[in-house]
């Protein structure tokens, strides 16, 4: 467990933050998104397992007329094949469901990355030229000027884009 004093107030609050948006998004989710998400939160489990196990063993020992008083009602397997079939259906359908609503959770996570990122950049660019103009004002010599005044220009995220595409285009 971490101690709380060992973060930050700004850090706190952020966490906190996140923490009480994921749980406003748990609790205003949909009533079929509940569903999904309970049916493949079970479906990933090991009790899933267990209980699958003990249902498709005792319907094969069942139906090999293995079990004494017991009359087969699928000795060919046909319906427990349709039945797998059909649950491996629906099964995948609320995995994708989910996948989604994780995909989308994912997206909104990545924006907030970029949002954040692009302030930062905002804000680094803007102590640069602070920093370089008073420095100019004190005559304190600095080397790499050349590096200072590109680091003063803003980045245009529409133009980094378009570099990224570009060098994406030239590889095979």
Do not use: C
Not at 4 to 19: C, Q, V, W, Y
Not at 73 to 89: G, N, Q, R
Not at 97 to 125: F, K
Request: hydrophobic share 45%; glycine share 4%.
């Amino acid at each position: 467990m971490t101690d709380d004093r060992s973060l930050n107030s700004a850090l706190r609050r952020n966490i906190d933050a996140l923490r009480k948006r994921r749980a406003d998004e748990e609790a205003h989710a949909g009533f079929e998104e509940r569903v999904a998400r309970a049916i493949t939160r079970f479906t990933g489990s090991l009790y899933f397992v267990y209980v699958h196990a003990a249902i498709y063993g005792f319907w094969i020992v069942a139906n090999l007329g293995s079990i004494p008083g017991v009359k087969p009602w699928d000795p060919t397997f046909v319906i427990l094949a349709m039945v797998a079939s059909v649950e491996a259906i629906f099964l995948s359908t609320f995995i994708l469901i989910t996948q989604n609503r994780m995909a989308a959770a994912a997206d909104r996570r990545a924006e907030l990355d970029l949002q954040v990122s692009l302030l930062a950049e905002a804000e680094i660019t803007k102590l640069v030229e602070l920093v370089s103009t008073i420095a100019d004002r004190m005559h304190v010599p600095t080397s790499g000027q050349q590096e200072i005044e590109e680091m003063k220009q803003r980045v245009a995220p529409e133009a980094v884009l378009d570099a990224i595409e570009e060098t994406e285009a030239e590889t095979p």
